[in-house]
Each structure stands twice: as C-alpha cells, then as structure tokens.
C-alpha cells in the first residue's frame, strides 16, 4: 500500500507538569511526572490513496489523492485493523456485533502489536517534539506558516463566500521528529470512544490558536475526521 517508509520513531521520555488544587491557605500544588513509552508513528496524515487502496475502493476516482482521508472513528480503527493483517501483526481492535450500523463495542488487545490511533499523550508528545508545555506552540516552529495550512492559507474564494481546501500531505516543514501536518491541514483523531470523538492539530479552516499543539476539540455529532497511525515496533 506505499506505507513502508512512513513510520518514524518517536523516542519516550518523562515530563512534568503541575496541578493545582484547593484555595487559599489550602491550596496545593503539586509537580507530577509522567512517561511516555517509545512507539512508531506515520510521518504524515493518512491519505485518500492509501485508504481507499486498503479498503477495497477506487482510490482513482479521488482528485486528491495525497490529501488527508476525512473519516468516521469507526472506519479508522476497521483500518487499523486492515492494516495490522496486511502486515501480518495482531489486530488491535476488538470490534463487537454491529446493530442498526453501529458498532456495540470497541475493546483492545493490549497484546497486540497491531496499528492503531494515538493515545491524546502520545499525540501531544510527538507534536511537541517531546518538550510538552515547554515546546513550540505550533508543531515544529512558533511560526505558523512554516508548518501548518490554515484558515489564512488555506482559503479560496467560493462564489460570494469562501471555502477551505486540504493540501497534499508533506509539504510544510516537519518537526523534529520528521512529522508532517501535526498543525492544520485536517484534524487528527486520537483514541476515544463510540458517543465522542476527540481530535488534535486544527484543520485548513481553523485559526491558529486551533492549530497549537495542546488545542483539542470533542465531538459527540459528527464523529469523525482524519488521522494518522501508531504502532509499537517496527
């Protein structure tokens, strides 16, 4: 599926952050340190071509191929799974009986060494580089323009109004870790659940305070969006 060279590692390691509680004279604030495994992620969104190509459709009928697969949370994680068998590893995923087009459940084989979606920490960790709350506001720089497409360069005009336009993956400047489009371009799922989909990184239409690293948005309606792939090994 072209998907060999795409998975960069993304090398663990602990941060600290504070927490704050109580008021007045009872007010704590506590340091806490967390770590963060190493694991593999893909160097760009998933795109259009490689989706449709896994999933048995026609990814010809796509102008954009290179340009990021918009999906449901369902559909990514039948993907990952997909993916995990195409390589021969263990899918992931556990999926229950599905009713009325939905899925009834969703666990994980915490044995598996299968594809799968970050985790929100994971995610955060690898657009920040690894620095968390002490890295670059945008993925890679604290200049917007270097690294994402946005509301302000993604914009075309659209009869009396305006829409915004994906871009083909890779184009701007990667962060440290060779990571591409972690800010913009379209929003990323992490792992969440069936009634809310969370996503990070902003899109083509979001302002650049969507676009830093720690913004986040849930969504209980659409549930869906883009993303990219982790894997423990490669």
């Keep these: 599926v072209g998907f060999e060279n795409q998975m960069k590692k993304i090398n663990g390691g602990s941060y600290s952050y504070t927490v704050e509680s109580g008021y007045g004279k009872n007010k704590k604030v506590e340091t806490v340190t967390e770590h963060v495994d190493s694991f593999f992620m ?11 190509t896994l999933m048995e459709k026609d ?5 954009k191929r290179k340009h990021p697969v918009v999906c ?12 995990s068998e195409y390589y021969g590893r263990k899918p992931y995923y556990i999926l229950g009986e599905k009713i009325d087009d939905r899925i009834s459940s969703v666990t994980v084989d915490s044995s598996s060494n299968g594809f799968r979606l970050p985790t929100s920490t994971q995610w955060t960790f690898a657009a920040s580089e690894g620095k968390m709350r002490n890295g670059f506001k945008y993925s890679g720089s604290n200049e917007i323009d270097e690294v994402a497409w946005y509301q302000e360069n993604s914009r075309i005009r659209s009869g009396y109004d305006y829409k915004y336009e994906t871009h083909e993956v890779g184009k ?5 870790f060779g990571l591409y489009d972690m800010s913009g371009n379209e929003d990323e799922m992490v792992e969440s659940s069936l009634d809310s989909v969370k996503t990070y990184g902003g899109s083509c239409s979001s302002s650049a305070y969507g676009c830093s690293v720690f913004e986040f948005h849930s969504d ?10 982790i894997c423990p090994s490669w």
């Design 42 to 52: 893909q160097s760009t969104e998933m795109t259009n071509e490689i989706f449709e």
């Design 59 to 63: 990814p010809e009928k796509y102008e």
């Design 72 to 83: 449901s949370y369902v559909d990514a994680i039948n993907f990952c799974n997909k993916l």
């Design 172 to 176: 701007k400047k990667p962060n440290a």
């Design 220 to 229: 209980s309606y659409q549930l869906k969006g883009g993303f990219r792939v």
